[in-house]
């Protein structure tokens, strides 16, 4: 039997959003997340009104009073594969 629970969610390294969008598809409720790069952010806030958006190196999130979720998600680097970092990621 499934459950009917809405999930929460809160997510580190969340970038542009990918994996916080992925949980709101699946009916997740996205209350937090977290990103540094400021680019990320401004595509993360346009794309997710409803979520508390803490811009910040994630060591600053130790004070910080987090709404507790059921789900903690982290992205991973995207530097290694993206243009931006040359692709360098992909070579071995």
């Given at each position: ?78 530097q ?13």
């Amino acid at each position: 039997m499934m459950s009917n629970k809405q999930y929460s969610v809160g997510s580190l390294f969340a970038g542009v959003g990918g994996i916080c969008h992925a949980f709101q598809i699946a009916s997740c409720n996205v209350l937090w997340a977290n990103e540094i790069d400021s680019n990320a952010c401004k595509t993360y806030k346009i794309n997710n009104k409803n979520t508390d958006l803490l811009e910040c190196d994630i060591k600053d999130l130790y004070d910080r009073d987090l709404q507790s979720v059921d789900i903690l998600t982290a992205g991973f680097p995207c530097q290694p594969f993206s243009q931006a970092g040359h692709g360098k990621g992909f070579k071995r």
